[in-house]
T-cell receptor, first 116, second 115 residues
Framework: NAGVTQTPKFRILKIGQSMTLQCTQDMNHNYMYWYRQDPGMGLKLIYYSVGAGITDKGEVPNGYNVSRSTTEDFPLRLELAAPSQTSVYFC???????????????FGDGTRLSIL | KQEVTQIPAALSVPEGENLVLNCSFTDSAIYNLQWFRQDPGKGLTSLLLIQSSQREQTSGRLNASLDKSSGRSTLYIAASQPGDSATYLCAVRQGGSGSARQLTFGSGTQLTVLP
């Protein structure tokens, strides 16, 4: 059981470039999340999805876009990379909703992104 | 807006010592509180999840407590080992619906257990 898989693990971008961070989960989880973690800080929510075709903004959505065409995949898109987007990005999922609200979140190993 | 604070930011202890990590939150209307472990260069591993109706959860040498009314949680680690060295984060899931389904994280406590 692979859990939550993120690719790539590392990436360096130039200012203004675009890229997509991939996230896939094989646990048939309804809810998926994208977080960023800056050095010495906790995680901040960028976007989340409660099911295929449904996405919503989190705390820090500016500069990012997401889509959820399938239950398994939740890619995060950076359109015009900026130095402020240098961070570690984590994808997570959990079963949800309703009675499953107390299920823990499962995290991928992260994508380390540097914008130069 | 929910705010989660973890003190101290870093902690070093000798092997074998019992220790307590602290987490406080400003809004007590939570569904649950979760403790995670993060190893360098890795993602987060869920250690314990305490539902809002519970007072504590135990797993092996770990015990997490929750006092919702005072907005506090503690993670107790018994007989610490060098392998326990990691960053420990707590996160609360807010009550309600919509954007409240998100977790709000503390900034973590970096624990070093010295052999």
């Amino acid at each position: 059981n692979a859990g939550v898989t993120q690719t790539p693990k590392f990436r360096i971008l130039k200012i203004g470039q675009s890229m997509t961070l991939q996230c896939t989960q094989d646990m048939n989880h309804n809810y998926m999340y994208w977080y960023r973690q800056d050095p010495g800080m906790g995680l901040k929510l960028i976007y989340y999805s409660v099911g295929a075709g449904i996405t919503d903004k989190g705390e820090v959505p500016n500069g990012y876009n997401v889509s959820r065409s399938t239950t398994e995949d939740f890619p995060l898109r950076l359109e015009l990379a900026a130095p402020s987007q240098t961070s570690v990005y984590f994808c997570a999922s959990r079963l949800g909703p309703g009675a499953q609200v107390n299920q823990p979140q499962h995290f991928g190993d992260g994508t380390r992104l540097s914008i130069l | 807006k929910q705010e989660v604070t973890q003190i101290p930011a870093a902690l070093s202890v000798p092997e074998g010592e019992n220790l307590v990590l602290n987490c406080s939150f400003t809004d007590s209307a939570i569904y649950n509180l979760q403790w995670f472990r993060q190893d360098p260069g890795k993602g987060l591993t869920s250690l314990l999840l305490i539902q809002s109706s519970q007072r504590e959860q135990t797993s092996g040498r770990l015990n997490a407590s929750l006092d919702k009314s005072s907005g506090r949680s503690t993670l107790y680690i018994a007989a610490s080992q060098p392998g326990d060295s990691a960053t420990y984060l707590c996160a609360v899931r807010q009550g309600g619906s919509g954007s409240a389904r998100q977790l709000t994280f503390g900034s973590g406590t970096q624990l070093t257990v010295l052999p």
